[in-house]
């Protein structure tokens, strides 16, 4: 199998791969720092730290349907190569502190969607959790797994197959991902994995693949054919963005159809002791929770059977009905409405107005921003701010007809 | 309690519609918009008294557009520009009469200044939320929204967005709501975790700001203060507007409807 030397090749129908990084000329890296007349590089080094600050500032999709509704299936390695210790402590403990996080993340972007974890040691593939939409299991299971023993080899083949088991009864209008982060550079595998990779396609399952050694032809392929992304990590700083980068919703496949979802509202009724008609009752939730029953007053009622349960989103046990409150749904209308990209403009256009609309500072940064529909300015750390967390213009909003 | 170097910041955003104020004007002469002022003026000074680290900001919401009472933007560059209103004459603590001024000099010149277009009843709170948040970044704050008016239906999703912001951020936002109940605030305080209050009488709000939200949040677990609202959180159905309890949502555009339909009529 011989390596493709970037766009010139046209032996394969898929797309050529990038030329690797030894192919290519050297690069004069002691180039891109520059002294200024004192000798002195801090103005190089404030250009480089705020480079990397404006990379958070990320492509917006717009006018792209994006998968709203996720599955999304994290396979974790769990072989002999994760007691390495070039993450400290070790890959494994460093891997499921970074999976928290993610997880959290991952449901503060999309809180209609599911996880599941699997992880894969000994040649074997296991569910940790089951696909859920409760952050509190996943994390829970992440913390007990710290303790486990990391043995043996992984197996592509097996893990996927167990993902695949569950993913290919989830509808056709939701997003089936499998997220895997490898360390191992080998796998064990019962059968031909291209085989699996073939049926990967048909089922339209997206894989994605985090390396945590070194690139692996087959994750390459596997990720090209079914659409997904491969990186492999630098640092552990890398590796957290990587992960984040899997948190915002990608972009719909064209074949995903499009339904009409049947989802309860439940109220949530806070009742007081005081109240005559309140009854305490048994929470469906609790029903396989170890820690005791817990009687409680309060909850949100299903509105089809009545069970009672205390926290959302969550789906029914007894009827089945995905049950959600609006501020869940509102939380994903900025990915469906994302704000426009602010103009960079320098700073020394804007004499008069020397302050920054949003928090009143002055403009100390050599750029601001100016947002294209009302032209206020605005300074960095508003900007990224306004990008990241509010994903609406504080000028704009004041105008009558935004919705 | 708090470690001796962490700013505080208590933002205060009131809400200025003339026309609530005019009409209120004359339903209760004696509470207007000047008594409302006092009482938060009396409010703030509270606050910067209590510790040190403490401090304020003020945010007036007008009908098109939000402004800093509080503080001015040439106070807030370190210059003090204002040595000419900060004397006080009665031995009052210098921060405060300056407070106190500032707030006083900048409703007037916004009160005259604005020009009133339409004759709505209704405020933009999402814009001067949006303007506290990036206001407190480097410190731990908490706002509070003395409403007046009716909410305005239009800003529902940039006002959900600035509630998951600062509750990102850990910023609670507390609601005094002098007139009707805002189901929108409701809402705010109870995902960010702070104090909804609707005021039975308006002419003791200095009393309500003093006892309800002077306290800060680790403080307000060892008080008894009033209980949270139940909150409504059925969704509005976008064909009827009716609330529902049980709908059907769009996956791809998340619109909500009652009835079952083939096609999405908003994708």
């Known amino acids: 199998m011989a390596y493709r030397l970037g766009p010139h090749s046209d032996t394969m129908d898929e797309e050529p791969e990038r030329a690797k990084r030894w192919e290519g000329g050297y690069e004069r890296t002691w180039e891109v720092l520059k002294e200024d007349e004192s000798g002195s590089l801090k103005a190089t080094v404030e250009e480089i730290l705020y480079q990397s600050k404006r990379k958070r500032v990320t492509q917006s999709h717009a006018q792209v349907r994006l998968g709203m509704m996720r599955h999304l299936y994290v396979v974790i390695d769990c072989s002999r190569s994760m007691e390495d210790q070039d993450l400290k402590p070790n890959r494994l403990t460093s891997t499921l502190k970074l999976m928290e996080g993610f997880i959290d993340e991952y449901f503060d972007q999309n809180p209609i969607s599911q996880v599941g974890i699997i992880t894969t040691k000994n040649k074997r593939a296991e569910k940790l959790t089951e696909l859920a939409g409760n952050p509190k299991k996943h994390i829970a299971a992440l913390k007990k797994a710290v303790d486990s023993s990391c043995v043996g080899e992984p197996s592509l083949y097996n893990s996927l197959s167990l993902a695949i088991q569950t993913l290919k009864h ?5 997003s089936r991902e499998i997220l895997i982060i490898l360390s191992s550079l080998t796998t064990c595998d019962p059968a031909n994995i291209y085989e699996l990779i073939k049926t990967l396609k048909s089922l339209k399952v997206r894989v994605s693949v985090i390396g945590l050694s070194a690139e692996v032809r087959v994750c390459t392929v596997l990720t090209r054919d079914t659409g997904g992304s491969y990186h492999v990590i630098l640092d ?3 590796f957290k963005e990587l992960l984040m980068l899997h948190v915002t919703p990608p972009p719909a496949s064209f074949s995903s159809e499009s339904s009409l979802i049947r989802m309860g509202f439940p109220q949530h009724s806070v009742a007081s002791l005081s109240d005559q008609d309140v009854k305490p009752s048994f929470s469906m939730s609790h029903l396989d929770y170890s820690g005791g029953p817990a009687l409680t007053l309060g909850g949100y009622f299903c509105p089809q059977c009545q069970a009672k349960y205390t926290e959302l989103p969550v789906e029914c046990k007894v009827c089945g009905l995905t049950l959600v409150s609006a501020p869940h749904l509102a939380r994903s209308f900025h990915h469906l409405f994302p704000l426009q990209a602010f103009i960079e403009h320098p700073a020394d256009n804007y004499h008069l107005n020397r302050f920054c609309q949003a928090c009143q500072g002055q403009l100390k940064d050599k750029n601001v921003f100016a947002c294209p529909l009302c032209c206020s300015v605005f300074c960095g750390e508003c900007d990224l701010f306004i ?3 509010l994903h609406c213009c504080p000028c704009c909003i004041h105008n009558r007809t935004a919705t | 309690m708090a470690s001796e170097d962490e700013l505080n910041l208590l933002v205060i955003v009131v809400d200025v519609n003339p026309i609530w104020w005019g009409q209120q004007g004359q339903r209760e002469p004696e ?6 002022l006092d009482a938060i003026m009396v409010m703030g000074n509270s606050h910067m008294a209590m510790t040190r680290t403490n401090r304020l900001a003020v945010i007036a919401s007008h009908c ?22 900060s004397s006080s004459r009665d031995g009052k603590y210098e921060l405060l009469a300056v407070a106190n001024n500032l707030i006083a000099e900048e409703i007037k010149n916004i009160m005259t200044k604005t020009e009133v277009t339409g004759n709505s009843t209704d405020t933009l709170m999402a814009g001067s939320l949006a303007k506290a948040l990036c206001f407190g970044q480097e410190m731990k704050s908490r706002i509070l929204v003395i409403k007046a008016a009716d909410d305005c239906a239009l800003q529902y999703m940039n006002f959900m ?10 910023i609670l936002i507390d609601a005094c709501v002098l007139d009707s109940d805002s189901g929108l605030l409701q809402q705010a305080c109870d995902i960010t975790g702070g104090l909804y209050l609707k005021i039975p009488q308006k002419v003791a709000l200095a009393q309500y700001l003093l006892w ?3 306290p800060d949040s680790e403080q307000r677990s060892q008080l008894v203060l009033p209980q949270p609202a139940h909150v409504d959180y059925r969704a509005a159905c976008f064909c009827h507007r009716n609330l529902i309890e049980i709908g059907y949502v769009c996956s791809v555009c998340l619109s909500i409807f009652c009835n079952f339909s083939p096609i999405c009529t908003t994708c």
């Open chain 2, 212 to 214: 309800v939200f002077l």
């Open chain 1, 170 to 174: 989830m509808p056709g209008h939701t």
């Open chain 2, 31 to 36: 509470f207007t918009l000047c008594k409302c």
């Open chain 2, 64 to 85: 098109q557009d939000s402004h800093f009472l509080y503080p001015s933007k040439t106070w807030k560059s370190g210059d003090s520009g204002g040595d000419e209103i």
């Open chain 1, 236 to 238: 552990e700083s890398h």
């Open chain 2, 161 to 170: 967005n600035v509630i998951f912001a600062a509750q990102k951020q850990n």
């Open chain 1, 387 to 389: 990008h990241e967390s």
